[in-house]
């Protein structure tokens, strides 16, 4: 099936709606050579949003995709490419939202990824001590500045959007214009409860991450823990502890009844479940992750799954998960 291509929200800019991050893998699981192999393969399929940030493998993501870009020699026109600012090192001054760390984590991301501009530049996570004018001043600079397109956030509540717009529009400032949330089937309160409003009032764009849960629902973490899965890995132990609670026993019991009926419908439960998260119109593109090339045929693949997400099948699914957001 052919890619298709999504607006960023309310912009001009057309987003494959499938696209690929380096979060755990890049440095973790995948080096220079396969990550190569990962972006050349993306690319070929349509794909033309790369993901990443300052604090993926405390740069050496960035190192790693930059060198990529550079062996692979795309025109720039042809492909986006992120990084997010707030974790940038220990020092006072190298985490948040300060206008100087702003400025600095986005002059260091664009000489590792080897770029003259981002594409997309996020505020990883909401900065409670630095003020909302200071932060959307710098990032609206950056943009005047023509070292990024587009800006955004991550994982912001829905009113701390709303105030970033208000400020914005006091100060002739450029407003955000997408939000990167986590959305799959265990996790939708943020992108169909939170922010319902904001896609008409802002028109908000949404870049989602982890649309497998980080593995979850592949299925293979449904009888335990494979070996050199995500949860396997010693500095992912946290993901790991987390299938010991309650929640995550809950979710495992979700994932294996989704298994079932993916069998059933003649698919795998990875493709029905990155399917389903294409099938949410407010979901500008999916960040897929991946650790291995057979991992990204299938997920691409997810494209033709959609088809079979009828009436039907999504109330089925909907029985399953039982967490439908109030909107
Ligand atoms: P997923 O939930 O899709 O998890 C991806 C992982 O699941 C892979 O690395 C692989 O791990 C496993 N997997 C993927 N496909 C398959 C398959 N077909 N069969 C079996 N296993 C599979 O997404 P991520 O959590 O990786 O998130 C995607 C991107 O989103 C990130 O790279 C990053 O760019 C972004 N992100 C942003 C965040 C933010 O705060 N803004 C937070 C987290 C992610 P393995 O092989 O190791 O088991």
Redesign the pocket.
Known sequence: TDMQYRKLGNSGLFVSALSF?????FKN?VDDNLGERLMKQAYDAGINFF???EVYAAGDSERIMGRVLNKLGWRRDSFCVSS?VFWGGEKPTQRGLSRKHVFDACHAALRRLQVNYLDLY?C?RPDIHTPMEETVRAMSDLVQQGKVMYWGT??WRADQIATAHAVARQYNLVPPLME?P?Y?MLERTKVEGDYALLYDQFGLGTTI???????I??G?YNDGIPE???MSLSNFQWLADRLETEEGKARLEKARRLTALAGELGTSL?KLAIAWCLKNPNVSTV??????ES?LT??IAALATLSLLGDDVMERIETILANKPDA
């Open positions: 991050g380096s979060w755990v893998t699981q993901d990443n940030a997010k996020f990883h991550s994982e990167q986590q799959n991450w982890s649309p497998l849960a980080s593995g629902l592949t293979k050199g899965s995500r990875t960040i897929l992750g991946a650790s291995k991992q299938e997920n």
